[in-house]
């Protein structure tokens, strides 16, 4: 009977340890960007006419089964412009976001009409569900972070008001991305 409790006691142990390294080794995909460029109608103050950047963020993880949540930007986001060889920062607040498996943010930006490429900088990792109040928030709260986010939102909404955090794991992303508009891309 005793030999039979520990290897009981055993198997649930490991079984335990299996589940919590599942959940725990979950790496963070990066974020897709890309940059489309189109005629804005505005003019600067020199009467060249300005161009619309619209920088489109995604999260690639596609899984249905386990929403991933990313979270991309943070304070130091900077935007540059290649404008006639030399790079000048864009006036372009970018700001947080908090994007679930697939989902898309879009960022808007006006930009010189010489501009060759962009320089993106910015940072993103993994977001963690934040219980801020509310009926169970305390109880919520105790759930661990890897496990926050497979809880749907309609039960979150239900458990009190919530909102998300930066994780641990922060990595930096700084990508060059090329510009094909009608006055460049010809030969």
């Known amino acids: 009977m005793r030999k039979r409790k ?10 335990c340890w299996l589940i919590i390294a599942w959940i725990s080794h979950y790496s963070t995909h990066r974020p897709v960007l890309d940059l489309s460029v189109e ?7 020199y009467g060249n ?5 619209t920088l489109s963020i995604k999260n690639p993880d596609n899984q249905s089964h386990n929403s991933f949540l990313m979270y991309v930007g943070g304070d ?3 935007v540059e412009a290649n404008v ?12 947080p976001c908090v994007l679930r498996s697939g989902e898309k943010v879009e960022r808007q930006f006006l930009l010189s009409a010489s501009i060759t490429s962009c320089r993106v900088s910015t940072r993103y990792g993994d977001a963690i569900l934040a219980f801020e109040g509310g009926r169970y928030s305390k109880l ?3 759930i661990p972070p890897r496990l926050r986010r497979c809880i749907p939102k309609y039960f979150c909404r239900w458990l ?3 909102g998300y955090r930066k994780g641990t794991n922060w990595r930096e992303l700084n990508v060059e991305l090329p ?8 030969p």
């Open 39 to 45: 005629r804005s109608g505005i003019v600067d103050d």
């Open 160 to 162: 009190g008001s919530y």
């Open 49 to 53: 006419e300005m161009m619309l950047g």
């Open 179 to 186: 510009v094909l508009t009608a006055h460049n891309s010809a």
């Open 84 to 95: 006639l060889n030399h790079w000048i920062t864009v006036d372009a607040r970018m700001g």
């Open 76 to 78: 130091n986001d900077r």
């Open 140 to 142: 919520a709260a105790r």
């Open 6 to 15: 520990i290897l009981v006691t055993g198997a649930t142990f490991t079984f």
